[in-house]
């Protein structure tokens, strides 16, 4: 597709369990960034990947939230033994140029993960 | 490490009339660039207008354009003749160049209203 993609669109899961999402950035996108954002909030910095190498993690708020980018394309976050405080809007961002602030990031539309 | 504010949670204004969003930021860098991002209830980020912080000149898309203050650390959007669908939540953001993550920090946003 031209944009970038995340699935699912919404999630919903009991404490505890373990969920994953998934992000398809723009073809040819080097870098990918992954955001939180809780509601009526600023998206906050997750991770970062440029190619499959995590170049920063430090956004991520417990051992339980991973991130991988095996081959440089999709991305999944996964986030074990989930929190109610976990619920959020989970957004997806991909960008052309490795290490050029201008370069604009494109979004996904998100994925609204609750937890019950 | 940098902070955006955006101090006006929310405001409205009248179709065809124009509105200003207020956006002021911290940073001990020189090089780096600022952005306003428009989020719909669709949830998409959507960029609106981005600028150097390297340039003096303002930087505009149609009708949107900025009125940047490097030394007050000031980065306001002028939106003109506003539309319906200009009502969005809108949210400032700061992005680095330097070194190689390239994230961007986001602002709380303001829910923009536009009446017809």
């Known amino acids: 597709g031209a944009g970038v993609s995340q699935s699912p669109r919404y999630k919903v899961a009991k404490r505890g369990q373990d969920v994953a999402l998934r992000c398809d950035p723009i073809?040819?996108?080097?870098?990918l960034f992954w955001y939180q954002q809780a509601l009526g909030q600023g998206p906050e910095f997750l991770t970062y990947f440029q190619n499959e190498a995590q170049l920063d993690k430090s956004g991520l708020p417990s051992d339980r939230f991973f991130a991988e980018r095996p081959e440089g394309s999709v991305s999944t976050l996964k986030i074990q033994r989930t929190q109610q405080e976990d619920s959020a809007v989970y957004l997806c961002?991909?960008?052309?140029?490795?290490?050029?602030?201008?370069?604009?990031?494109?979004f996904g539309d998100g994925t609204r993960l609750s937890i019950l | 490490a940098q902070t955006v504010t955006q101090s006006q949670p929310e405001m409205s204004v009248q179709e065809a009339e124009t509105v200003t969003l207020s956006c002021t930021y911290d940073t001990s860098e020189n090089n780096y660039y600022l952005f306003w991002y428009k989020q719909p209830p669709s949830r998409q980020m959507i960029l609106v207008i981005r600028?150097?912080?390297?340039?003096?000149q303002n930087a505009t898309e149609n009708r949107f354009s900025v009125n940047f203050q490097k030394a007050a650390k000031s980065f306001s959007l002028k939106i003109s003749d506003s539309q319906l669908g200009d009502t969005a939540m809108y949210f400032c953001a700061f992005g680095s160049s330097a070194g190689a993550n390239s994230k961007l920090t986001f602002g709380k946003g303001i829910t923009l209203s536009v009446r017809p």
């Open positions: 600028q150097e912080a390297y340039k003096q």
């Open positions: 073809s040819g996108h080097v870098s």
């Open positions: 961002a991909s960008s052309f140029y490795r290490d050029r602030g201008s370069q604009p990031q494109h």
